[in-house]
């Protein structure tokens, strides 16, 4: 079963990268859009591989644009998962979120990393495994308001991909032919982006005990 399992996420990171490989900007879009929502899309398959061939002689795509897809991308995805968590309300989420992708659990975390770090908690998600695939859901939920969450998607979206995109074209200048080998890519992905997510932990972490410090006294 394990076997099968792992055969099939190889086929289907296979898959994903194809449609970057082929359809360029319009494949990143698409595929952040679907990592921006319920879809379990990483997108260290997505960003990573099109900055790399975004760097190769001739290319048809530019690091630039690459960033500019996927934070249209991952915008798009967000705003779709916003809305739908508007109209649909809590109580349906809850009751049937687990048939798509939602169980309670996941959206209550989401739900509590929010209510922390208000709007600023839509930010930082961006940068933040699992969360960074449910915030739209609470932030709907809580009619967060939408200009706010445009600004802070966007903004957080842009610098990830940005990263996203500065370590894949690191890595494939260290590593050609990583293409040809999905799985290794997502680990050196990976095993370089852990400080990046540190440092967004912990610039959490100080918005936190600022946000307590200057909190009103009742």
């Known amino acids: 079963m394990q076997a099968m399992l792992h055969d099939l996420l190889h086929d289907l990171i296979n898959t994903w990268m194809g449609w970057v490989i082929n359809w360029g900007y319009w494949g990143v879009i698409l595929l952040m859009a679907m990592e921006s929502s319920i879809l379990p899309v990483p997108s260290e398959v997505v960003v990573p591989p099109a900055a790399i061939l975004a760097a190769l002689p001739n290319a048809e795509m530019s690091f630039w644009g690459v960033v500019l897809a996927g934070t249209i991308g991952s915008y798009i995805g967000s705003v779709v998962m916003y809305v739908c968590a508007l109209w649909v309300g809590r109580p349906f989420i809850y009751r049937y979120g ?41 932030a709907g939920m809580a009619r967060v308001n939408f200009a706010m969450f445009s600004l802070t998607t966007i903004t957080g979206s842009a610098i990830w991909c940005w990263v996203l995109a500065w370590f894949g074209d690191k890595v494939g200048r260290e590593h050609p032919g990583i293409l040809e080998s999905p799985e290794a890519l997502i680990e050196a992905v990976k095993s370089e982006s852990h400080l990046i997510v540190a440092g967004v932990i912990l610039i959490a972490a100080l918005y936190a005990i600022m946000k307590y410090l200057t909190r009103e006294k009742s």
């Open 98 to 138: 687990k048939y798509f992708f939602m169980p309670q659990h996941k959206v209550e975390t989401a739900e509590a990393f929010m209510r922390k770090y208000s709007t600023a908690g839509i930010f930082f998600s961006r940068f933040l495994p699992v969360i960074r695939h449910l915030i739209s859901i609470p």
